[in-house]
């Protein structure tokens, strides 16, 4: 299925090194790094969700406020809804 990913050119320039070095096309390379990082990822590193339960007040408000505004100025799909 065609899907179109935004990837810096900093990290793109790496890509294509790294598969010319390779013998791979860019497109083999991302997929196999796709498929590698889904196998090796099985669940959520140890505390990951702890560290969420003891977020500064200040923090989270301004988190809520960002995330309102991106949610405000979307152009490309309609506004989430929560």
């Known amino acids: 299925m065609p899907t179109t990913v935004h990837i810096p050119d900093r990290l793109l320039t790496a890509l294509n090194q790294r598969a010319e070095a390779l013998g791979v ?18 669940e959520w590193p140890a505390g990951f969700f702890e560290r969420f339960s003891n977020v500064d007040p200040e923090v989270a408000d301004t988190v809520d406020e960002m995330l309102q505004h991106i949610i405000s100025n979307r152009r490309s799909k309609p506004p989430l809804s929560f």
Do not use: G, K, W, Y
């Open 25 to 42: 096309s860019r497109n083999r390379l991302i997929v196999q790094a796709v498929e590698q990082s889904l196998c090796n990822q099985t």
